[in-house]
C-alpha cells in the first residue's frame, strides 16, 4: 500500500517519479531503439514490395517471347482459307498454301430419337431395353485398347447422359443432343484420331443405334506447304515459326500464301512499358537510400504525445521515420546491379554489336540516377527492320536458350536483392502484400527479439527499484506517524 505523505507534508508520487525518471531513461532508449527498428522493417517492407511487383508482375512478363515478338505474318489470295500468327522464330521465308482436307473429329450421330423427344425424356421410354445401359470409349489397338465405361439407368434423362459424358474430362468427349433433328451426337475432343470407337447398349438398345455404322473415324488434317505435303493431327501446325490455322479446304488454283515480316510495334509497345516500370521502380528506391535523415527527431514516449497535437505528432513522427535506409546497401547494390547490366548488355554478330544506346535507348542526367529513355524511336524501329534476331536477344536471350536477355538477367539480379532483404529483415521473396507476417528468424527479426527480452527484464526491474522507493517512503510515513504520536502523548502529560 502506497501511502500519500499526510504525516511528512511530502508530494511523495511526484518525488518517485523524479526519482525514476533518470531510471528510466535506459528503457527509454531501449523502447526508442525497439521503434526504429519497426520502421525500419515496415521500410524495408514497403521496398520489397515495389521490387517483387516489378519483377513477378512486369518482368515475368515482359520476358515472354510474345511480348517481343518481332515479325507479323500475312495472308494474301485466299485469305478464307487459313489465318496466321507470326513467333519469335519466324524465319521470313514466304509459303504457299494448298488445304486438301481439314482435320476432323472422331463423330458419332444416332438416328432420330423420335418425334416428342427432349432433353427431359428417360431412357426407359426409348426403343427398347430397361437397362442399366453402359457406354464406353475406347482408344488404342483393337486388342488391347484403353476404355473408360459409363452405366446408366432406365429413369436417366437424356440430360443426365449429357451432363455425365460431359462432366468427366478424362473421357475426351462432347455429347450434344439436337433438339430440332431429335439425334444424339458424340464427338471425340481430339482431332484425327482413328482409333476413337464408342460401343454399349446406351448406343445400341436405348438409342437404337449401330456404333459401327453410325461413327465417322476422325482423319488428319492434308496441306501442301510449299509443294511439301503436312499431316497434321489437328488444324493447327508451326512452319518456318509461323502458327498456320487451317480454316477451309482450297481448290487447285485458289492458293494461300503467306509473307512475313519485321514489325517493331508489338516489340517497342513492350519495350516502352519496361522503361516506364523500370524509371518508376529505381524512383522509389533511389528516393528512400538518398531520403535525408533527421537524427535529432527521436521516436516519441507516451508521455512525449501527451503534451502534443495530432498534427504535431505526425510531423514528428514522419521526419523520425525519414532517411532510415540511407544509403542502404542492399538497395544501393540493387540499384548499382541493375545499372551495369543495362549499360554493358549488347549482342554481338559479325563485326557488330548492339546495345541500348545503338537502338534509341539512353540513361538522363547523373542527377537522374539511372533514368531510361526511349530517345529515338525510329532508331529503335530500324534495329528491328535491319536486325530483328538480335534486337529480339539483347532483351529475352537467344532463342536457343543459350544467352539470357536484359528481361531474364533483371529478374535473376532482382532475387538475389530480395533474397538479401528477406535475410536481414524478414520479409517475403514473392508477395507484394504490405500486411504479411516478417520472419522472426531473420537478422532484425532476432533483433527485435533480444531488444523485447532486454526492455521486458529492465521494465521488471525499475518496477522493482520504484516500489522500493514507495516501500522506503512508507517506512518514513509510518516513522514520522509513530513520533507525531508518541508527541501528543507527552504533550498530554505535561499539558
Same mark, same amino acid.
Given at each position: 500500500?502506497?501511502?500519500?505523505?499526510?504525516?511528512?507534508?511530502?508530494?511523495?508520487?511526484?518525488?518517485?517519479?523524479?526519482?525514476?525518471?533518470?531510471?528510466?531513461?535506459?528503457?527509454?532508449?531501449?523502447?526508442?531503439?525497439?521503434?526504429?527498428?519497426?520502421?525500419?522493417?515496415?521500410?524495408?517492407?514497403?521496398?520489397?514490395?515495389?521490387?517483387?511487383?516489378?519483377?513477378?508482375?512486369?518482368?515475368?512478363?515482359?520476358?515472354?517471347?510474345?511480348?517481343?515478338?518481332? &515479325?507479323?505474318?500475312?495472308?494474301?489470295?485466299?485469305?478464307?482459307?487459313?489465318?496466321?500468327?507470326? $513467333?519469335? @522464330?519466324?524465319?521470313?521465308?514466304?509459303?504457299?498454301?494448298?488445304?486438301?482436307?481439314?482435320? !476432323?473429329?472422331?463423330?458419332?450421330?444416332?438416328?432420330?430419337?423420335?418425334?416428342?423427344?427432349?432433353?427431359?425424356?428417360?431412357?426407359?421410354?426409348?426403343?427398347?431395353?430397361?437397362?442399366?445401359? $453402359?457406354? !464406353?470409349?475406347?482408344?488404342?489397338?483393337?486388342?488391347?485398347?484403353?476404355?473408360?465405361?459409363?452405366?446408366?439407368?432406365?429413369?436417366?434423362?437424356?440430360?443426365?447422359? +449429357?451432363?455425365?459424358?460431359?462432366?468427366?474430362?478424362?473421357?475426351?468427349?462432347?455429347?450434344?443432343?439436337?433438339?430440332?433433328?431429335?439425334?444424339?451426337?458424340?464427338?471425340?475432343?481430339? &482431332?484425327?484420331?482413328? $482409333?476413337?470407337?464408342?460401343?454399349?447398349?446406351?448406343?445400341?438398345?436405348?438409342?437404337?443405334?449401330?456404333?459401327?455404322?453410325?461413327?465417322?473415324?476422325?482423319?488428319?488434317?492434308?496441306?501442301?506447304?510449299?509443294?511439301?505435303?503436312?499431316?497434321?493431327?489437328?488444324?493447327?501446325?508451326?512452319?518456318?515459326?509461323?502458327?498456320?490455322?487451317?480454316?477451309?479446304?482450297?481448290?487447285?488454283?485458289?492458293?494461300?500464301?503467306?509473307?512475313?515480316?519485321?514489325?517493331?510495334?508489338?516489340?517497342?509497345?513492350?519495350?516502352?512499358?519496361?522503361? @516506364?516500370?523500370?524509371?518508376? +521502380?529505381?524512383?522509389?528506391?533511389?528516393?528512400?537510400?538518398?531520403?535525408?535523415?533527421?537524427?535529432?527527431?527521436?521516436?516519441?514516449?507516451?508521455?512525449?504525445?501527451?503534451?502534443?497535437?495530432?498534427?504535431?505528432?505526425?510531423?514528428?513522427?514522419?521526419?523520425?521515420?525519414?532517411?532510415?535506409?540511407?544509403?542502404?546497401?542492399?538497395?544501393?547494390?540493387?540499384?548499382?546491379?541493375?545499372?551495369?547490366?543495362?549499360?554493358?548488355?549488347?549482342?554481338?554478330?559479325?563485326?557488330?554489336?548492339?546495345?541500348?544506346?545503338?537502338?534509341?535507348?539512353?540513361?538522363?542526367?547523373?542527377?537522374?540516377?539511372?533514368?531510361?529513355?526511349?530517345?529515338?524511336?525510329?532508331?529503335?524501329?530500324?534495329?528491328?527492320?535491319?536486325?530483328?534476331?538480335?534486337?529480339?536477344?539483347?532483351?529475352?536471350?537467344?532463342?536457343?536458350?543459350?544467352?539470357?536477355?536484359?528481361?531474364?538477367?533483371? &529478374?535473376?539480379? +532482382?532475387?538475389?536483392?530480395?533474397?538479401?532483404? @528477406?535475410?536481414?529483415?524478414?520479409?517475403?521473396?514473392?508477395?507484394?502484400?504490405? $500486411?504479411?507476417? +516478417?520472419?522472426?528468424? @531473420?537478422?532484425?527479426?532476432?533483433?527485435? !527479439?533480444?531488444?523485447?527480452?532486454?526492455?521486458?527484464?529492465?521494465?521488471?526491474?525499475?518496477?522493482?527499484?520504484?516500489?522500493?522507493?514507495?516501500?522506503?517512503?512508507?517506512?518514513?510515513?509510518?516513522?514520522?506517524?509513530?513520533?507525531?504520536?508518541?508527541?501528543?502523548?507527552?504533550?498530554?502529560?505535561?499539558?
Amino acid at each position: 500500500m502506497r501511502v500519500s505523505g499526510l504525516s511528512s507534508g511530502m508530494e511523495i508520487d511526484t518525488l518517485v517519479k523524479q526519482m525514476m525518471t533518470a531510471k528510466r531513461a535506459p528503457l527509454d532508449k531501449l523502447n526508442q531503439n525497439k521503434q526504429i527498428l519497426e520502421w525500419r522493417r515496415d521500410s524495408y517492407r514497403t521496398m520489397n514490395s515495389a521490387l517483387v511487383d516489378f519483377r513477378q508482375n512486369k518482368l515475368d512478363k515482359y520476358k515472354k517471347a510474345s511480348e517481343m515478338n518481332i &515479325y507479323s505474318a500475312e495472308v494474301s489470295g485466299n485469305k478464307d482459307a487459313i489465318s496466321v500468327k507470326a $513467333t519469335t @522464330s519466324a524465319n521470313q521465308v514466304p509459303m504457299t498454301v494448298k488445304v486438301d482436307a481439314l482435320a !476432323t473429329q472422331t463423330t458419332l450421330e444416332t438416328a432420330s430419337l423420335g418425334a416428342g423427344t427432349t432433353a427431359s425424356t428417360k431412357l426407359g421410354s426409348l426403343n427398347s431395353g430397361s437397362g442399366p445401359f $453402359t457406354f !464406353t470409349v475406347l482408344r488404342g489397338s483393337e486388342t488391347s485398347p484403353v476404355k473408360q465405361t459409363f452405366e446408366f439407368s432406365k429413369d436417366d434423362t437424356i440430360q443426365d447422359v +449429357l451432363k455425365k459424358l460431359n462432366g468427366d474430362s478424362s473421357a475426351g468427349i462432347s455429347a450434344t443432343f439436337d433438339e430440332a433433328g431429335k439425334k444424339f451426337i458424340i464427338k471425340s475432343k481430339e &482431332y484425327g484420331n482413328e $482409333t476413337v470407337r464408342f460401343e454399349g447398349d446406351l448406343l445400341t438398345d436405348a438409342f437404337g443405334t449401330d456404333p459401327k455404322t453410325a461413327t465417322t473415324k476422325g482423319q488428319a488434317a492434308s496441306v501442301f506447304i510449299n509443294g511439301t505435303e503436312y499431316n497434321p493431327s489437328s488444324n493447327q501446325l508451326t512452319v518456318n515459326g509461323v502458327q498456320i490455322t487451317l480454316l477451309k479446304e482450297t481448290g487447285p488454283t485458289d492458293l494461300a500464301t503467306i509473307t512475313t515480316k519485321p514489325d517493331g510495334k508489338k516489340a517497342i509497345e513492350t519495350i516502352k512499358s519496361f522503361i @516506364s516500370d523500370y524509371n518508376s +521502380l529505381i524512383a522509389t528506391l533511389n528516393s528512400k537510400v538518398s531520403e535525408q535523415r533527421f537524427r535529432s527527431y527521436t521516436p516519441l514516449s507516451a508521455e512525449q504525445k501527451k503534451d502534443m497535437t495530432e498534427d504535431d505528432i505526425k510531423n514528428w513522427e514522419a521526419r523520425a521515420k525519414s532517411g532510415l535506409l540511407r544509403n542502404d546497401e542492399i538497395l544501393v547494390e540493387g540499384l548499382s546491379s541493375m545499372r551495369t547490366l543495362l549499360s554493358s548488355s549488347s549482342v554481338k554478330f559479325g563485326d557488330k554489336s548492339i546495345n541500348l544506346a545503338s537502338i534509341g535507348i539512353t540513361t538522363g542526367a547523373y542527377t537522374e540516377n539511372g533514368k531510361l529513355y526511349l530517345s529515338d524511336e525510329t532508331k529503335l524501329m530500324k534495329a528491328i527492320e535491319d536486325n530483328p534476331e538480335q534486337v529480339m536477344e539483347l532483351f529475352i536471350g537467344s532463342t536457343d536458350g543459350t544467352r539470357k536477355g536484359i528481361f531474364d538477367n533483371m &529478374y535473376d539480379n +532482382l532475387n538475389v536483392t530480395l533474397s538479401r532483404m @528477406s535475410e536481414k529483415a524478414g520479409t517475403a521473396k514473392y508477395s507484394t502484400d504490405l $500486411t504479411i507476417s +516478417l520472419n522472426e528468424q @531473420s537478422t532484425m527479426g532476432k533483433e527485435l !527479439t533480444d531488444l523485447n527480452s532486454r526492455i521486458s527484464t529492465l521494465a521488471k526491474k525499475l518496477t522493482q527499484i520504484e516500489n522500493n522507493y514507495y516501500t522506503q517512503f512508507t517506512a518514513m510515513e509510518k516513522a514520522i506517524n509513530k513520533l507525531n504520536s508518541q508527541s501528543a502523548s507527552l504533550a498530554s502529560f505535561t499539558g
